[in-house]
């Protein structure tokens, strides 16, 4: 009871509770009611509408269509309309003074719950209701566009639960996809007005609303509008060009809009760059895309200072409040924009693509190019930019220097286009060009280090993959840049150990020079690494005892090569150098030490049995002491254990020598004839034993008796350990004067008489003579001391005489095989077998087979694409054969070039020897301490063999941006011979050392010329008189030509590119330069330094011996040209060529040079002088003009007096040269530009038209030079210059035509005959059934009925078609015959079509009927036809 009397209570007071706050509530909805008596208010009330002072939203009691209806149905019905528009206007005005109710009237109105046709419960706000009705629309517009100005930045704003309102952005909204706009054009000047009095973000708000309020009709006003303010606002950019993107304009409208853009483009902000490249990009038309992709390249630059070419001081503030990660994303940014440019546009892509190819200069090249051609590579157009990069890195444009640019200030942009990176970087290095191939290999390296170990992970295991394809240039190439990343990257590689490993799969594959380099680099991998490279230790002992312990030649030296590999590794010490006397920077551990010892001990004893691989091991040991990084423990432990039997091995006492021998032999070239120990080399009777011992079998030769063939390893081996223990060679010393047993030279001169054996013996001796000169030389070039340097020059000459004596016996041996002198570079021995064969073929007596086994072994220099080198050489040999043709009649002397493989190599620190000495014989050098009687200078003969080896190595180790390609071919193997020593320099240490000698290459190009110049002036100006072809003038010859062989390989080398090295340059600049001039380097920059260098060089034009010569004179200029930012070099440079084609190059018998290397020499000059003259038009004009009429009246030895080197025989030279660079010269003519001036456009005319009076000139010449080649050139280079004609030129001619119209009149007309003469040339050419000439006629004759129709089209764009009538031609050869074939007419009748241009202003209609009638007769009555 008492319960439910508490219910009812608390029941009674809650409904007393309820009732109080219901009147409340409607007390509150009455206070939140707008309304005043006003036409607004009443009118909206009337409609259907409630109002609410600002605290909730309007409410709206019926549909917003039905309430609009309404709306407009009161105020027309009013009394006092059109007057209650504007009092309703005044109404609105007033309602939303109050922030808070114009903030709700801009938000959705609510439905009344009442109304129950309404379409949901939010309709639209007031404002779009209100300007959704057509009466009261445009002044409720201006009314609410009038109120934007009210609002200035960061003030009377409003905060609605606690967010910040932007009430201007919430007005534009409104305005957005209307129904309907009555007067739109009224609203876009209004809005555009607004624009010019509010603040800049309600700017921004108005512009992005644009495109969505007008219509099309008004788009191109308000595009004209957006466009002046673009260029007036830079801040405006973003939402000026998001409007421009959406609006539909005219073409012509949208070029001016993008004109304008582009010249804002070098001032816009940093974070609005990607809109604007996009919005370029994105708008351009394949007509004009060139000119815009080329205009954004120029300013946009993936420097320090992105992105732009040029600043300003505003820029330059923005830039500087960005961190790093938003430049980084705006990079990224900027990059997606292209890339979405590239991906959905042809003409973008194929605009890049020219856009960087046009750049010529390599210094005008960006990081922007790298990365917009890894986009283009990433959108499926590879083929066209792997082609694009190989032809920048052979001109020397892309640098390693841009590389490491783009990955060092760009990484996180570039691993966005890492599988690009990579897979672009795998195609290069597969390269057979070594320029290419080092980008590549600089691709991966920049790569491995600026990314993270996903990436690493990726490059090693691509590296590895190449060894499996079995070409040795990309193998090489793999395994230089694992072995760099090794070398300077040890512990980001050791994880990547394993994968390495697996190479060794491969062991079979691979030659001994990469077998050395892998085991080094995997050795250095297992016991250097602190990062787990351990792991792979026990692998490498394991295989490296069972290759030892193999009896198979090839197995055992992979077992030598990697036992000293790891031997170098665990002894390694990292703080000594080639100083003995520094200290180590910590004993080596006991367990270490014992290791290391026997490992040494293993290879010794298993190699005992083998001399080839006793002589590797002692080469390779020698290797590792003289780099000076190995524990002074092991050295001691090897000068003592390995080096101590050199002497009881091969060296005699005189007094005790034995004289037994089957070869009568003699003590020959004893420098030491005071000397109180008297010792020798006895070669002979060493020799004499290895070759009985090698006839017996491998069981029962001990290898107790010595082989001669270990006899320059092992003093090599002695000389490196003594110059480490010692630090100098004071106890070895007497070798370099003592004697040596050779056979007699009276046995030398019967070697016919003798039997194969003596014949061997005699061979072998020498070989090993010269063997050991060169080891001699090698130990004791640097020696300081004048007694030692005098013998060091007296070996020079007993090395060159030796040579002499050896070329007589195997002239007369011609089965005899060389030992062997390096041990790393055959894999079996039976690869001798070609190197005997050139040899054998040669002593046979071939002349013809042997000048071309000459002139394929001379070309062992590929890579450094000195072609003018293989006519010096032969000239040397011509020069040496000359004197033993006329004195006896034996056969001639084989080329020693052939025998390269089987000599020692020299080391680069030989060549100190240039120092001294003169080149002529009149030079003494008495200031060495000798005797007075002895004369002690580098002669002639000596200077060549230095320079030739010299040269060779430099072409090894110096790779330049022009290098010619490496072969894939297999007989290429032996390309690294001789130089094992040298690939353990790096090309930086090379050139500094070149840099050392130029002072004496200097001097002794000097003395060549001063030759030269003595013989011209003797001859009173006579270049080639007298003494000219003398042995001695041809010695020099080549010596002049090897030393500019010098100089051109080491100032092309690519390393020059780089920042690091240009100091260098610099420095062997200025020692060029110091022969003319006394000038301080640091008083002169870089470019007058390059200019006096340049003019050294040049003045040795006037005493050039041979054309050889001259083009590599020229190439040296080119070379310094090309570091010149200055045409003036190159000027110069066409010059000095000019007077090479206008010169008399005469032969050793007094005729004109001809043949295959004169005619690619004559080709190499004249290209040049057309490539770099002032005028080549002018140039090519002069040539067909004054050089060539002397031809057409000569007899079969006529030449030209304008130009001695145009001859009959040459023409075909001259004629392709001239043809080739005409087109290239043509596709420099641009097309003509729309903003471009009048002047340069008949500027370009005047070009087009002297181009085609040559075309004219060269299809005519085909007349009287109708040779097979010739009629080819003609054929295709004919083509490609209407093509280009087609694609640049007729552009030219629509433009022109009105204002020029004689002119084009005329071009047309010399075309046309030209075009003509081409046609007659297919038939021609079907008469002569030459495929190849055959295969160019339907590519022509479809550009020749191209280029009717383009001509057609060209006078119907200028009104002028009635000029143009159309005929057919017959079918011709070359001296106008008809060729009468019935079958070829019919098929040329549609083909071959012409046109005739009668241009004239007082044409009739009659004569238009004419040539209609014309064109029916010609169809139907083929004798009627038009020819021309």
Known sequence: MVADKMSKTKRKLSDQEERKTGKKRKSSENEEKYYKDNVFCQVLKKAGLTLKTGKSQNVLEVDQAVFQRNLQIAVKRSDNFPLVLDEFVEGFQEYIEDQHRFHYSLLPTQTSNKCESARCSSQDSLVRLLIGVDILQSKMMMCLLEKLAEFMEN???????????????????????????????????????????????????????LPEVVEDSEHSHVATSLRDLLVEKSSLTVPILDALSNLNLNPELLMEVR?????????????????????????????????????????????????????????????????????????????????????????????????????????????????ILLILYSTDRKKPVESLIRNKIRSGAFTEVLLQEAFRERAQVMRDYFPAILSLAEVLLRSPEPAITFFAASMYKNGFVAFDTYCQQEIVGNLVTHFGSGFEGETDSSLDILYQLVDKHLDKMAPFAIFVKVVLDYLDNLSVLQIRKLYSLLSTLAFRSTQGGNMIQDDLHIIIRKQLSNDNPKYKRMGIIGAVMVVKSIAYNQNRDNEPSQAPAGPMTESLYKQVINLLKLVKTSSSRMSEATALFLDELANVVGNGHLDAKVEKWITENVTTDFQDHYVVDMKEAASESLVAQDVRFDLDDDSEVAIGIPLVVLTEKSIKDKKKTQNQHTGESPDPVCLSPHFRLLRMC??????????????????????????????????????????????????????????????????????????LHNITEVTKSLEKCLSSHSQFRPPPATFDWYENPLLNAPVNTNAEGKKKGRKPAKKKKGDKENIRDEDSDENSKDSSQLDTQNETQIPEKSETNEKPSVDMANYIPFFRELDISVFTILHTGLITKSSLDTELNTKGTTELSIQ?????????????????????????????????????????????????????????????????????????????????????????????????????????????????????????????????????????????????????????????????????????????????????????????????????????????????????????????????????????????????????????????????????????????????VYYKTMFTELITCIKGIQPAKQREDKDAKLDKLLRWNQAVRILHIMVNLIKAFDGRGNLGTALKCGRQFIEIFLRQGMPLLDTMFRSNREDVQGLLKN??????????????????????????????????????????????????????????????????????????TVADTTAGAEEEEEEGEGESDGEESDVELDNQSNASDESQSIQY
């Not at 309102?165 to 909204?173: D, K, T």
């Not at 895309?289 to 992105?307: C, G, H, K, M, Y």
């Not at 050779?742 to 070697?751: A, F, M, R, T």
């Not at 200029?1117 to 008399?1144: I, Y």
């Open 722 to 795: 003594e110059q480490r223990q010692n630090g100098n060679l004071d106890e070895i010393d007497a070798v370099l004067g003592c004697p040596i047993f050779l056979p007699k030279s009276e046995v030398i001169d019967k070697i016919e008489s003798l039997s194969t054996k003596e014949k061997d013996i005699i061979c072998t001796a020498l070989f090993h003579a010269l063997n050991w000169f060169r080891e001699i030389i090698n130990a004791f070039a640097t020696q300081i001391d004048p007694e030692m340097k005098g013998k060091v020059i007296t070996r």
């Open 259 to 371: 004109g304008s853009v582009l010249q804002t483009l070098s001032t816009v902000e940093m974070e609005n760059l990607p809109v604007v490249i996009r919005f370029l990009l994105q708008s351009v038309t394949p007509a004009d895309a060139q000119e815009v992709v080329t205009e954004i390249r120029q300013n946009l630059d993936f420097t320090s200072s992105f992105p732009l070419a040029t600043s300003t001081p505003h820029e330059t503030i923005n830039r500087r409040n960005l961190s790093g990660d938003e430049t980084r994303g705006v990079e990224s940014l900027t990059l997606d924009a292209i890339k979405s440019g590239i991906r959905f546009q042809k003409s973008v892509a194929e605009a890049w693509i020219k856009a960087i190819d046009s750049v010529k200069q390599p210094s005008d090249h960006k990081v922007i190019d790298l990365f």
């Open 940 to 1212: 002639p003969p000596q200077l060549e063999f230095l320079l030739d080896d010299f040269t060779r190595k430099l072409s090894h180790a110096l790779i330049s941006s022009t290098s010619k390609r490496k072969s894939f071919l297999k007989t290429k193997a032996d390309k690294n011979v001789g130089f094992s020593h040298l690939d353990q320099c790096t090309p930086k240490f090379i050139a500094k050392k070149v840099i050392k000698l130029l002072p004496a290459l200097c001097e002794h190009l000097e003395s060549s010329s001063g030759f030269f110049q003595t013989l011209i002036v003797e001859n009173d100006g006579l270049i080639d008189g007298p003494g000219s072809n003398t042995p001695e003038a041809h010695t020099v010859g080549s010596c002049f030509c090897l030393l500019l062989q010098a100089l051109q390989t080491l100032f092309a080398w690519n390393g020059f590119l780089m920042v690091e090295n240009k100091s260098l340059l610099k420095e062997g600049l200025t020692t060029l330069m110091s022969r003319i001039k006394t000038v301080g380097s640091t008083q002169l920059s870089f470019t007058e330094v390059l200019k006096s260098s340049f003019q050294y060089i040049e003045n040795f034009a006037g005493t050039v011996p041979k054309l050889g010569t001259a083009v590599m004179l020229i190439k040296v200029m080119l070379t310094l040209a090309e570091k010149s930012d200055s045409k003036e070099t190159s000027r110069k440079t066409a010059t000095v060529a000019q007077t090479f084609l206008k010169r008399e190059w005469l032969d050793a018998e007094g005729q004109r040079e001809k043949g295959a290397k004169h005619n690619e020499n004559l080709h190499y000059l004249l290209r040049i002088y057309l490539c770099h003259c002032e005028d080549f038009l002018g140039a090519a004009e002069e040539i067909t003009t004054k050089g060539v009429p002397d031809l057409l009246e000569g007899d079969k030895n006529g030449f030209s007096e304008a130009y001695p080197t145009l001859t009959k025989a040459t023409f075909s």
């Open 155 to 209: 003030e009377d704003c409003i905060v609605e639960h606690g967010e910040k309102v932007n009430l201007p952005r919430l007005l534009m909204s409104q305005f957005r996809w209307l129904d309907r706009i009555l007067d739109c054009k009224e609203l876009a000047d209004k809005m555009l007005e607004m624009i010019t009095i509010v603040s800049v973000d309600i700017q921004r708000e108005i512009i992005t609303c």
């Open 1311 to 1384: 075309l046309q005959v030209s075009t003509r003469v081409l046609h007659h040339m297919c038939g021609h050419s079907k008469i002569m059934k030459d495929i190849a000439l055959t295969n160019q006629v339907p590519f022509l004759k479809k550009c020749l009925e191209a280029f009717v129709y383009r001509v057609k089209a060209m006078l119907t764009v200028n009104r002028c078609l009635e000029a143009f009538w159309l005929g057919n031609l017959k079918n011709r050869d070359l001296h106008g015959e008809e060729i009468l074939s019935q079958a070829s």
